[in-house]
């Protein structure tokens, strides 16, 4: 299936205020707000929307409370999209939009849907910059003074909790979605990447025990500073850090994510790995000790002092139990 990645993201918010004010905070591009709720764009053209949690054209929730209620996913083209529905009408519901688009739920019943993309990258330029004997910028300031509010560039992954047999719930994906498999841990995290992508990961299935539903979005900004000056911004407006900054194993990417209101988590990174056709998928029994402590800016992590030498291990953002 010629999946390119994530088209949109549709919330039902207990506080459609706060989770519109969030997102605007975070730094996505208001296009419309009313009594239902309110839209944003990225700049590739991919969308958000903010729904009341019990606003009826919304699908069913997976779980209590604020929450991601349906992903969408972006199809190259209408066979595609028409391949994908005759594929998932084999064995559950797929019901069809006024626009064409495909809505469906996946094996653990997340709601998914399909519609032909919109998405239209717009590359960026790194910022010239400088290290040991090799001098690009010179006799000028670095741009990122002059720059105005960050902007988030794209959505580039959603993350999901899976108990039970993850391996099955992400073959639905693997096998007949044609999502690609970059890398598993311990036999039941699955990091996924659309059929059409590079990104390391598109989808992560993470197995965290008994815990089910959305867990985050994560989006994509120009550079580092970008990264610090977005979290440094949000805990300005008064919003809360769930953990960074930092930099993942998995993946490679800067990170620093925040409670959201609209329902799980935000991430915003920057320099995650980019995955070519010739990669083969990763399997590994036990956490690398190479990621076993990524570096994280030293703070108090959910409440909880980080202590003098026992960094957390991390996979996509959670905390697993420090190595002894």
Same mark, same amino acid.
């Given at each position: 299936?010629?999946? #390119?990645? *994530?088209?949109?993201?549709?919330?039902?918010?207990? !506080?459609?205020?706060?989770?519109?004010?969030?997102?605007?905070?975070?730094?996505?591009? $208001?296009?419309?707000?009313?009594?239902?709720?309110?839209?944003?764009? $990225?700049? !590739?053209?991919?969308? #958000?929307?903010?729904?009341?949690?019990?606003?009826?054209? *919304?699908?069913?929730?997976?779980?209590?409370?604020?929450?991601?209620?349906?992903?969408?996913?972006?199809?190259?083209?209408?066979?595609?999209?028409?391949?994908?529905?005759?594929?998932?009408? =084999?064995? &559950?519901?797929?019901?069809?939009?006024?626009?064409?688009? *495909?809505?469906?739920?996946?094996? $653990?019943?997340?709601?998914?849907?399909?519609? %032909?993309?919109?998405?239209?990258?717009?590359?960026?330029?790194?910022?010239?910059?400088?290290?040991?004997?090799?001098?690009?910028?010179?006799?000028?300031?670095?741009?990122?003074?002059?720059?105005?509010? %960050?902007?988030?560039?794209?959505?580039?992954?959603?993350?999901?909790?899976?108990?039970?047999?993850?391996?099955?719930?992400?073959?639905?994906?693997?096998?007949?979605?044609?999502? =690609?498999?970059?890398?598993?841990?311990?036999?039941?995290?699955?990091?996924?990447?659309?059929?059409?992508?590079?990104?390391?990961?598109? *989808?992560?299935? /993470?197995?965290?025990?008994?815990?089910?539903?959305?867990?985050?979005?994560?989006?994509?900004?120009? !550079?580092?500073?970008?990264?610090?000056?977005?979290?440094?911004?949000?805990?300005?407006?008064?919003?809360?850090?769930?953990?960074?900054?930092?930099?993942?194993?998995?993946?490679?990417?800067?990170?620093?994510?925040?409670?959201?209101?609209?329902?799980? $988590?935000?991430?915003?990174?920057?320099?995650?790995?980019?995955?070519?056709?010739?990669? /083969?998928?990763?399997?590994?029994?036990?956490?690398?000790?190479?990621?076993? &402590?990524?570096?994280?800016? &030293?703070?108090?992590?959910?409440?909880?002092?980080?202590? /003098?030498?026992?960094?957390?291990?991390?996979?996509?953002?959670?905390?697993?139990?420090? &190595?002894?």
């Amino acid at each position: 299936m010629n999946i #390119v990645g *994530l088209q949109s993201v549709t919330y039902g918010a207990e !506080d459609v205020e706060a989770a519109t004010r969030f997102q605007e905070d975070w730094g996505l591009e $208001l296009v419309e707000i009313g009594t239902t709720g309110s839209d944003f764009k $990225l700049p !590739d053209d991919t969308s #958000v929307h903010i729904r009341r949690i019990d606003d009826d054209s *919304l699908p069913p929730s997976s779980v209590p409370g604020s929450t991601a209620r349906e992903v969408i996913w972006g199809a190259a083209d209408k066979d595609t999209l028409e391949a994908i529905g005759a594929e998932l009408s =084999k064995d &559950r519901e797929v019901t069809v939009d006024s626009e064409g688009g *495909l809505h469906s739920y996946d094996d $653990l019943g997340y709601r998914i849907g399909f519609s %032909v993309t919109t998405r239209a990258i717009k590359p960026l330029d790194f910022p010239d910059s400088n290290t040991v004997g090799n001098a690009a910028r010179i006799d000028e300031r670095a741009d990122v003074f002059a720059r105005g509010p %960050v902007k988030q560039k794209r959505m580039f992954h959603a993350v999901y909790w899976a108990p039970g047999d993850t391996a099955a719930a992400a073959g639905f994906y693997l096998n007949r979605l044609g999502f =690609k498999l970059t890398e598993s841990l311990l036999g039941k995290n699955f990091f996924m990447r659309c059929g059409s992508s590079n990104d390391h990961h598109n *989808l992560f299935f /993470e197995n965290g025990g008994n815990n089910f539903g959305f867990q985050h979005v994560a989006y994509e900004v120009r !550079d580092s500073d970008e990264v610090l000056k977005c979290g440094t911004h949000m805990e300005e407006q008064g919003w809360q850090t769930q953990l960074g900054p930092g930099r993942h194993y998995f993946g490679s990417g800067w990170f620093w994510y925040f409670l959201n209101p609209a329902g799980g $988590l935000i991430e915003t990174g920057f320099d995650s790995d980019f995955i070519s056709a010739d990669w /083969e998928p990763l399997h590994h029994d036990s956490i690398p000790p190479e990621a076993a &402590r990524p570096w994280m800016v &030293r703070r108090e992590e959910i409440g909880k002092p980080v202590a /003098e030498g026992d960094w957390p291990q991390l996979i996509d953002g959670n905390v697993l139990p420090a &190595r002894s």
